[in-house]
């Protein structure tokens, strides 16, 4: 069987999703607030891909001595709600560094 310590590891990893703020989702939109404030705009990247929103930083840093290179990579994929278009998608990055997506979904009823 699988080894239980192995197990708790998995779960500290799974829960370890520091970036994400919260996904808010209700009739009109799903709405994904991120802190980014780790990684400047141009480090960002926001794709959309079948129906699936890639949201990639990366952040290098050298050391001043220059001995080493710090390096955060961070990806994050959530699905787009059933009816939403991929280009009806928004990403705004706030002035504290929180990245916010919004997907507005089709409702029908409103023409």
Known sequence: GLNPDMSKNLDIFKTKDSEVIRVKEDEGKMEVSLDTSQYRP????????NGVVTVEGKHEEKAEDGSKMVSRVFSRKYTLPAGAKAEDVVSN????????????KKNLAIK
């Open 42 to 49: 141009d480090e960002l990247n926001v794709s959309i891909d």
């Open 93 to 104: 990055l706030s002035s504290d560094g929180v990245l916010v997506i919004t997907a507005p």
